[in-house]
C-alpha cells in the first residue's frame, strides 16, 4: 500500500446528523459569482474542542453510492474508511484499494480516481484527498458552504477566470504549498490543510520559536489536545510576534503551534517544509486551487 501522511489535527470520528451544521439560508449574494457552476453544498461538522467548523464533509458519489467524506487537502490521498467497500462487493476484505468504476465530487467525476482503504478504521466515510483534486481547479466557498471542482479547460475561458486575484503557489511531496512569511522576513514553506480548523498555523518548534520571539515551549500560552490519525496528541501555542502572511491573507498575529511530542516533525517527514496552515482567516472569502502546471492560490472577489 502506498504511503502516506495525513496531517489533519483533527479526526472526525464519526459523522451523525447531530454533529452537522446546516449551511446558512442567507448564503448566496445577489451577484452570484458561482451562478452556474455545478458546485455541491457541503457541511461542517462540529466538536466540542473546536467549535462548529470543525471539518468540511462533502457528498460523494462512489460507484453510484453515496457517502460524506471530510475533505482534506492535507491527505495526499482519498481513504475510504471500515469494510464498506467488501460490504458493497467491490473489493475482497483484504483488499488495500479500490479503483471505482465511478467517482464524483464537487460536480466533478474522477475517473483516475484511486481510493486507499483504511479496514482497521470503523467509521463510515472517508477522507477527500489532495490527489482527487490534481490537475483540476477546486472552489471552496466558506461562507455559501459549497464545493466546486472544474476542468481547467472550462474554467479559464469563463467569466469566472478573471475574477480570481491569485497567488503563487507549489506542488511537492504531495502537498500545496503557498507562498508565506512574516512582514518582510524570511519566507516561509507552508501548505495549506483543509482538515485543520483548530489551529491558524502549525510549525516546527525551532520556528515555532522564531515566530513567537519565545525561548522555551514552558513560555506556551496555549494548549491544544487533539486527535491526528487515530492517536491523542498535544500542541502548544502562543503568538506570534508579527503579522504574517499566507498568500492573499495576511493573519494579525496568529496563534502559532507546535507538537509537543514530535518537535520537528515537518523536518523529519517533508523536505523544505515550514509548517502548515488551516481554514483560519478564510471564513468569509471563496478560496481557489489551481493544481496543473503553475500551481497558484486565488481569492474569487
Avoid at 22 to 51: R, Y
Avoid at 68 to 96: C, E, K, M, P
Avoid at 118 to 130: F, V, Y
Avoid at 279 to 289: A, D, F, L, P, R
Amino acid at each position: 500500500m502506498k504511503k502516506f501522511v495525513r496531517l489533519s489535527l483533527l479526526l472526525i470520528s464519526g459523522i451523525s446528523s447531530g454533529a452537522l451544521a446546516a449551511a446558512p439560508s442567507s448564503s448566496k449574494k445577489a451577484s452570484d459569482p458561482l451562478a452556474g457552476v455545478a458546485c455541491t453544498k457541503f457541511q461542517w461538522a462540529s466538536d466540542e474542542k473546536v467549535g462548529e467548523r470543525a471539518a468540511m464533509i462533502v457528498p460523494v458519489l462512489l460507484n453510484g453510492v453515496p457517502f460524506r467524506f471530510q475533505l482534506d487537502t492535507g491527505a495526499d490521498a482519498t481513504i475510504l474508511y471500515g469494510q464498506q467497500a467488501s460490504r458493497h462487493g467491490w473489493v475482497d476484505r483484504d483488499a488495500n484499494t479500490l479503483k471505482p468504476q465511478t467517482f464524483s465530487a464537487g460536480g466533478m467525476e474522477n475517473h483516475s480516481s484511486t481510493l486507499y482503504l483504511r479496514t482497521d478504521d470503523d467509521r463510515d466515510g472517508g477522507t477527500l484527498g489532495l490527489d482527487f483534486l490534481v490537475g483540476k481547479v477546486a472552489i471552496i466557498d466558506y461562507p455559501g458552504q459549497r464545493f466546486c471542482v472544474l476542468n481547467p479547460v472550462d474554467f479559464f475561458p469563463s467569466a469566472l477566470f478573471n475574477r480570481v486575484q491569485w497567488a503563487p503557489a507549489d506542488l511537492r511531496n504531495g502537498k500545496f504549498y503557498v507562498d508565506a512569511g512574516v512582514e518582510g522576513q524570511r519566507p516561509l514553506s507552508l501548505f495549506f490543510d483543509s482538515g485543520s480548523s483548530a489551529q491558524p498555523v502549525t510549525v516546527d518548534l525551532d520556528t515555532w520559536k522564531w515566530l513567537t520571539g519565545l525561548s522555551s515551549p514552558d513560555q506556551a500560552t496555549k494548549r491544544f489536545v487533539g486527535s491526528s490519525w487515530g492517536k491523542t496528541k498535544t500542541w502548544l501555542g502562543a503568538q506570534s510576534k508579527a503579522r504574517m502572511s499566507i498568500g492573499l491573507f495576511s493573519l494579525d498575529r496568529p496563534i502559532v503551534y507546535y507538537e509537543s511530542d514530535d518537535p520537528a516533525f515537518f523536518a523529519n517527514h517533508f523536505p523544505r517544509t515550514d509548517g502548515l496552515f488551516g481554514n483560519v482567516g478564510m471564513w468569509s472569502e471563496i478560496v481557489v486551487i489551481y493544481l496543473q502546471s503553475q500551481p497558484s492560490f486565488g481569492i474569487l472577489r
